[in-house]
């Protein structure tokens, strides 16, 4: 477990994000707002003997920390303030018990810092920013490709900005921007946050990484675009093909969103690149496109999506 920490903070500091650490105490108000990882009918696990009368209560969540962290630095005037906290969070249990998890949070607002030929941009970061961030973590327990998205009704999130993270029926966390109405509440700007069970993600950890030969053949690419209800989730796409059991289709990836003129209102085209290679030989055109227009032809019938031309 141990192990999997030190990977997990040298992962966070590759990209850029610092680790803080918070005292485990909050107010009454925050744990009513941020309920974390757990139900949001959980009850707090109230401390007796507070440091603090303004944090009588165990935090639920290591957001309210986290924000505490913030406004720190926004009173010092920085720019930007990108952290972490890996840490424990609480709640009170139907036995009259405490109970516990091991959780990593993260706040990120304003720009990333520029380095070499890109010093002088300035990029703020956003929703994508923030799942590619929570990807990369995925990408360490080697979950990248079972996870999944799904629309958050966490009412502390953006309902537009926000998703909810999960592995099979096993939910891991969340992402999302920081509500409008309660960043103004909190006296904060807009930011992006997320949280993750790690003992969840240590469950899917694996005990041996295996490597593969690089492949002795090339792959070929195809594009398919389509047009699908703005609700649509993408991902629905990638797991349909993936668990055709193809054996040339080797990684399918969704890499455009387009809403807008020529595209209906409620409606949003989704670009989706197909990668297609033999372990035997180099596959023609002619393969390649058969296959592709099989594959085109029954992604519209499953899914009732029309192509974009």
């Known amino acids: 477990r141990l192990l999997w920490e030190r990977r997990l903070r040298s992962v966070l500091a590759g990209e850029g994000v610092t680790e803080v650490i918070n005292l485990p105490f909050t107010s009454k ?151 409008p109405n309660l960043a103004d509440q909190l006296g904060v700007p807009p930011v992006l946050l997320f949280e993750l069970d790690l003992e969840k993600l240590l469950e899917y950890a694996p005990r041996r990484i295996v490597t593969e030969s690089l492949p002795r053949f090339p792959a070929v690419e195809r594009d398919v675009a389509i047009v699908v209800d703005r609700e649509f989730a993408s991902q629905q796409i990638i797991s349909w093909i993936v668990a055709l059991g193809e054996p040339w289709i080797e990684r399918v990836e969704v890499f455009d969103q387009y809403l807008g003129a020529p595209i209906p209102d409620g409606k949003k085209s989704l670009a989706y690149r197909v990668s297609y290679r033999a372990e035997d030989k180099t596959l023609t055109d002619l393969e390649v496109n058969e296959l592709h227009q099989k594959l085109v032809g029954r992604l519209g019938e499953t899914f009732g999506a029309e192509r974009r031309s």
């Open 29 to 179: 108000q925050l744990n009513r707002t941020f309920t974390g990882l757990w139900s949001p009918t959980t009850a707090a696990v109230t401390v007796l003997n507070p440091l603090a009368k303004e944090n009588p209560e165990m935090r639920l969540s290591l957001i309210p920390g986290l924000i505490d962290n913030l406004r720190l630095n926004l009173a010092h005037k920085v720019k930007s303030f990108h952290a972490y906290h890996l840490g424990k969070v609480f709640c009170s249990t139907a036995i009259a018990a405490t109970g516990e998890r091991t959780a990593v949070g993260g706040i990120l607002y304003g720009p990333r810092a520029s380095h070499g030929l890109r010093l002088r941009e300035e990029r703020p970061i956003g929703f994508l920013e923030c799942k590619g961030l929570v990807e990369t973590v995925l990408g360490l327990f080697r979950l990248e490709e079972s996870a999944r998205w799904t629309r958050s009704e966490l009412e502390f999130l953006h309902p537009g900005k926000s998703a909810n993270l999960q592995v099979g029926d096993t939910a891991l966390g969340y992402l999302g921007e920081l509500h």
